[in-house]
């Protein structure tokens, strides 16, 4: 058995279902799916599982979340701006965060859309240390 480097990056589904998350991904044909209590630990499982199934090396993941597991996996995002930019009510916004309502496709892409505008502003931010005046 010769050990494949795979050079690409497969898409990990991430999911939250009864306080873990579940991944599932699509190599060769064939569903691997696994569940861990962390992003970390999931990965390093899905890593052994395509290893022992496909014997191929995986580096890493593109990984794809659900909005339950993004806003689990990024307590720091404001749901209540996410909300404002994409024009969606902030209970409703509560509920698909929360896993109690799904959004529409449509939906989902204006919400990335508005993840993506906030990482673009937050990436041209540039800070100035202050000096103390004595």
Do not use: C
Request: no cysteine; aromatic share 8%.
């Amino acid at each position: 058995m010769s050990k494949n480097v795979n050079t690409i990056k497969p898409q990990l589904i991430v999911e939250v279902s009864d306080g873990n998350l579940w991944g599932r991904i699509k190599i060769n044909g064939n569903l691997i799916v696994e569940s861990a209590s962390s992003l970390e630990a999931l990965q390093k499982k899905m890593k052994g599982l395509i290893f022992d199934f496909e014997e191929l090396e995986i580096n890493q993941f593109n990984i794809s979340f659900d909005l339950t597991s993004f806003f689990q996996q990024h307590p720091f995002i404001n749901l209540a701006e996410i909300a404002n930019k994409t024009g969606i009510n902030y209970g409703l916004m509560r509920q698909y965060s929360s896993g109690v309502k799904f959004p529409s496709e449509y939906r989902v892409r204006k919400i990335e859309q508005a993840i993506r505008d906030i990482g673009k502003e937050l990436s041209k931010i540039k800070l100035h240390k202050t000096r103390k005046v004595a």
